[in-house]
C-alpha cells in the first residue's frame, strides 16, 4: 500500500514551495537566512522548527551539518493529490473521506500562566489538532497552561489551549494578554468609565482568587482562546 504522508498547514505548504522553487533555479537550496527573510521570521529558531516539521511529516531530508543541502522526498503537492485521490476513492460519508485532512499541525509557543503573569511567549514546537477546532489555522497558535485560576471555565493546570491571534477582543471573551513582557489567560473586560488604573480587567476563573486592572496600555492582547486538548 502506497504510505500516505501528513498533510501541510498553508504556512508548511509556502516553505516548501520556496525550497522547490529555489532548487529547481538554482540547484541548491535555500539557506536558513534566505527563509528567514522571504516569511518575515523572527528568528532562525522559527526556520529550524517549520524545517523539522517538514522532516518529520517525511517532505524533505537534511544531511547532517549541510544547512544548504536540503533534500525533497515528497512534492508539495503530493499530499493534495493524495488526498483528493483519498476523497474520491472513499464512499461518501465513509471514516476515510471524513478523516481526510483533519488534523493540522501549529505552533506551541511556550507556556502561559493561568494565575500570575507568567514567562514570555517564545516558538518552541508544533501541535497536531483538529482543523474543526480553529477558525482561522494561519492566525492561530498553541500555549501550555500553568496554574489554577481558570479552573472554573474548565481550564485546568496542563491543558493545551488553542488561540486565534488577534489584537483586541470583546468583553467575557478569555484572552491570552502579555503585561510588561509576561504573559497570562484571563476573561477580559474593559471599563472605559472607570479610573484610568482600573479600565481593564483580567479576571480569573476561580472563586479564591482577585481579579487583575491595568491601564489599556499596560496590556496587550495576542489572541482570543477558541479550544482547548487535554491528555488524560
Do not use: C
Not at 29 to 57: C, R, T, W
Not at 138 to 160: H, R, Y
Not at 206 to 230: C, E, F, H
Request: glycine share 6%.
Amino acid at each position: 500500500m502506497k504510505k500516505i504522508v501528513p498533510p501541510l498547514t498553508e504556512k508548511e505548504k509556502a516553505v516548501l514551495e520556496f525550497i522547490e522553487a529555489l532548487l529547481s533555479e538554482r540547484g541548491i537550496s535555500p539557506s536558513y537566512q534566505e527563509i528567514k527573510d522571504h516569511f518575515g521570521f523572527a528568528s532562525f529558531n522559527s526556520v529550524q522548527n517549520y524545517l523539522k516539521q517538514l522532516q518529520n511529516k517525511g517532505y524533505i531530508a537534511i544531511p547532517p551539518h549541510q544547512k544548504r543541502a536540503i533534500q525533497i522526498l515528497q512534492s508539495a503537492s503530493t499530499v493534495q493529490k493524495q488526498m483528493q485521490s483519498v476523497r474520491e476513492q472513499a464512499p461518501k460519508g465513509s471514516a476515510a473521506s471524513a478523516r481526510s485532512g483533519e488534523e493540522l499541525s501549529i505552533p506551541l509557543l511556550g507556556k502561559v500562566a493561568a494565575g500570575r503573569p507568567l514567562e514570555a511567549m517564545s516558538y518552541d514546537e508544533f501541535v497536531d489538532v483538529p482543523r474543526s477546532m480553529l477558525r482561522n489555522p494561519d492566525k492561530s497558535f498553541a500555549l501550555k497552561v500553568v496554574g489554577q485560576s481558570m479552573i472554573e471555565d474548565g481550564i485546568l493546570d496542563g491543558d493545551v489551549i488553542l488561540i486565534q491571534k488577534q489584537t483586541d477582543a470583546s468583553n467575557g471573551e478569555i484572552v491570552v494578554a502579555t503585561v510588561e513582557s509576561e504573559s497570562t489567560v484571563k476573561r477580559f473586560f474593559r471599563k472605559s468609565q472607570a479610573e484610568p488604573s482600573k479600565q481593564v480587567e483580567l479576571r480569573p476563573a476561580n472563586s479564591t482568587m482577585q481579579s487583575m486592572w491595568y491601564r489599556p496600555d499596560q496590556v496587550a492582547i495576542q489572541g482570543v482562546v477558541v479550544g482547548l486538548i487535554r491528555k488524560f
